[in-house]
């Protein structure tokens, strides 16, 4: 089977690399910074791709055979830039929908979110079929709702053969480490700091699903496998709570409702002193939990770890500086931080190539 990843250079796409490289495919990985050669093993072909800027017509080229494409690129950084964020996510998927529709790619699986869905009405966890309107307060939402509705449309329009769309929750894995500490904790705050926090000043009531890369990655796997379409929720059952994220860190949790640590984040967002805007606190408290039995029914998919064991090896990751072998998942250093910061600026001035 030929397969495109676009985004294939990210936490979930070396996991699917990973996962694909057991198997004879060929792979086509698509990406704005590109690593050459094999990621772990897998044997890929690499075609350096900017999906702000590319055309439908240049796309649509590196379909061309595809027995079916994965689209997993997004972007999370620089937060403060909505517009190069919203085009990235939202603009490259239209893309990504049209040059499939041109090249007559007979199957699409996109990687949707937990942050489609509409905030909770209750505890109950959410199957495919709850409202994908999103959380009106988080960015990230509304681009992942945004995209849901480009494949809505394109469906409609019969001009696309099988369409997925699989909604994970919070994704991790411990070569991540380093990446994900870009993103949730400022780059002047060392790795190790993490191992010094006494008390968790976090609500309570926060609970949230949690899904390892490798077992998202193993889904992808079984719908293209099958070919089957539709929605799928992934997730680890029961979901990572506070007090779980407190006694990995070994710290006391204290409870802050969410609504006094709202203009806390808010406001070191402002100063720049961290990338998180308070949208993604506004998800963490208002999203629903997942309902992932139909992908346990009709894929045969289940999760290898659960939520505590996934954030164990992620904040292990983090605490090692962990990285992958490609660009996106680099090791990060406060020295690297201070370096960037001198040669390139702040993160949302940096010019990208």
């Known amino acids: 089977m030929r397969i495109a990843v676009t985004g294939a250079t990210g936490n979930v796409g070396t996991a699917l690399l990973r996962r694909l490289a057991r198997e004879d495919h060929e792979v086509v990985g698509l990406a704005r910074r590109v690593p050459g ?9 690499w075609r350096s791709v900017d999906l702000t800027r590319v055309t439908g017509h240049e796309l649509a080229e590196v379909f061309a055979g595809a027995d ?4 997993l690129a997004w972007g999370f950084q620089p937060s403060q830039d909505l517009a190069y964020l919203r085009e990235l996510g939202v603009g490259g998927t239209r893309r ?23 905030p909770r009405r209750d505890d109950t966890p959410a199957d495919e079929a709850y409202p994908t309107d999103g959380v009106p307060t988080s960015r990230y939402s509304r681009h992942k709702v945004a995209a849901e509705r480009l494949l809505d449309e394109a469906e409609a329009g019969s001009a696309l053969g099988t369409v997925t769309r699989l909604r994970p929750g919070v994704v991790g894995q411990r070569a991540a480490g380093s990446a994900l500490l870009r993103y949730g904790v400022p780059g002047f705050v060392p790795a190790r700091a993490l191992g010094w926090l006494p008390v968790l000043p976090l609500d309570r009531g926060l609970a949230i699903s949690v899904v390892h890369a490798d077992d998202v990655a193993d889904a992808v796997v079984r719908v293209l496998d099958g070919r089957v379409g539709g929605a799928f929720n992934l997730a680890a059952d029961p979901p990572l709570t506070a007090a779980d994220i407190a006694e990995v860190l070994g710290a006391r949790l204290v409870h802050v409702p ?11 967002w402002r100063l720049r002193l961290q990338q998180v805007d308070t949208g993604w606190l506004d998800m963490a408290f208002a999203l629903p939990l997942l309902d992932s039995g139909r ?16 954030f164990r090896e992620v904040l292990a990751g983090m605490r090692a500086t962990a990285e992958g072998p490609t660009p996106v998942l680099r090791r990060r250093t406060v020295a690297g931080t201070v370096r960037d910061a001198v040669r390139h600026g702040a993160v949302e001035r940096r010019h990208r190539p």
Do not use: F, K
């Open 258 to 268: 969410s609504s006094v640590l709202r203009p806390v984040v808010d406001l070191a």
């Open 96 to 118: 990504v929908v049209g040059a499939v529709a041109a090249a007559g790619v007979p199957h699409l699986v996109h990687m949707s979110s937990l942050g489609a869905y509409s």
């Open 295 to 310: 992908a346990r029914t009709e894929l045969g998919w289940a999760p290898t770890q659960d939520a505590v064991a996934v």
């Open 68 to 71: 079916a494409v994965v689209h």
């Open 37 to 45: 050669g094999t990621v772990d093993g897998a044997p890929v072909t």
